[in-house]
C-alpha cells in the first residue's frame, strides 16, 4: 500500500507564505501524479494543483495560479506546495492524493490564513 503524510501547515498572515510538503512511502504509483486537494468547512473539495511522479508541467487551479507552485525533490518521494501571497479564502484544510483515480489521500494539514 501507499502511505502519503501532509506536513507544514499552520496559521500566517494574508500576504504571507508557507511550503507543504508531502511525504510519500510504500508503493507510490509513480506512473500517476500527485495532486493538492483543499477542502474548507462548508465547501466541496478543490482540486488544487498536480504533477506528475515521473516529471512534466504541473497543472493548477485558476484561484492558485501565478501564487502557488508545486515541485517535488530528486529522489521523487515528497512533493512540495509553495504557497505565496496566501489570501484569507485560502484557509482550508490541504491535502495530498494519488492512485489512478484519487483513491489514495493523506491526513491533511490545517492552513489559516488571517487578515
Known amino acids: 500500500q501507499v502511505q502519503l503524510v501532509e506536513s507544514g501547515g499552520g496559521l500566517v498572515q494574508a500576504g504571507g507564505s508557507l511550503r507543504l510538503s508531502c511525504a510519500a512511502s510504500?508503493?507510490?504509483?509513480?506512473?500517476?501524479?500527485i495532486g493538492w486537494f483543499r477542502q474548507a468547512p462548508g465547501k466541496e473539495r478543490e482540486f488544487v494543483g498536480a504533477?506528475?511522479?515521473?516529471?512534466?508541467?504541473?497543472s493548477y487551479a485558476d484561484s492558485v495560479k501565478g501564487r502557488f507552485t508545486i515541485s517535488r525533490d530528486n529522489a521523487k518521494t515528497t512533493v512540495f506546495l509553495q504557497m505565496n501571497s496566501l489570501k484569507p479564502e485560502d484557509t482550508a484544510v490541504y491535502y495530498c492524493?494519488?492512485?489512478?483515480?484519487?483513491?489514495?489521500w493523506g491526513q491533511g494539514t490545517q492552513v489559516s490564513v488571517s487578515l
Open positions: 504533477i506528475r511522479w515521473s516529471g512534466g508541467n504541473p
Open positions: 492524493a494519488t492512485g489512478s483515480s484519487w483513491e489514495y
Open positions: 510504500g508503493r507510490t504509483f509513480s506512473m500517476y501524479a
